[in-house]
C-alpha cells in the first residue's frame, strides 16, 4: 500500500510562487505515474497536473504556463511548482500515487492566495 504526505502549501499573494511536494512510501515509485488534483471550497475535484513514469507531463487549461509538475524519484518525490498563482488558484492541493482510482491520497495540503 503506497502512502502519501503533501507539504508545501500556505498563504501567498498573487502573482506569487510556491512549491508543493509529495512523498510517496511503499511500492516502486520510479514505475507509477502521478498526478495532483485541488479542491476548492463548494466546488469538485479538478485535475491539476499529471506526470507519467517516463516524465511525459499534462496540465489542465487552468494552470497550463504557470505550474510545472515534476519528480525525483531518488527521493520518492512528486513537484508542483506554482508560478504567478491567482485567487482561483486558492484549494486544498491532493496528490495521487499511483495516478488513478486505486492510487492513494494523501490529506491535502492548503494553498491561500490573497491579497
Known amino acids: 500500500q503506497v502512502e502519501v504526505v503533501e507539504s508545501g502549501g500556505g498563504l501567498v499573494q498573487p502573482g506569487g510562487s510556491l512549491r508543493l511536494s509529495c512523498v510517496a512510501s511503499?511500492?516502486?515509485?520510479?514505475?507509477?505515474?502521478a498526478g495532483w488534483y485541488r479542491q476548492a471550497p463548494g466546488e469538485k475535484y479538478q485535475a491539476v497536473a499529471t506526470i507519467t513514469d517516463s516524465n511525459e507531463t499534462k496540465y489542465s487549461d487552468y494552470v497550463k504556463g504557470r505550474f510545472t509538475i515534476s519528480r525525483d524519484n531518488s527521493k520518492n518525490t512528486v513537484y508542483l511548482q506554482m508560478n504567478d498563482v491567482k485567487r482561483e488558484d486558492t484549494a486544498v492541493y491532493y496528490c495521487n500515487v499511483p495516478l488513478g482510482v486505486r492510487g492513494s491520497w494523501g490529506k491535502g495540503t492548503q494553498v491561500t492566495v490573497y491579497s
Open positions: 511503499g511500492g516502486i515509485f520510479s514505475t507509477f505515474a
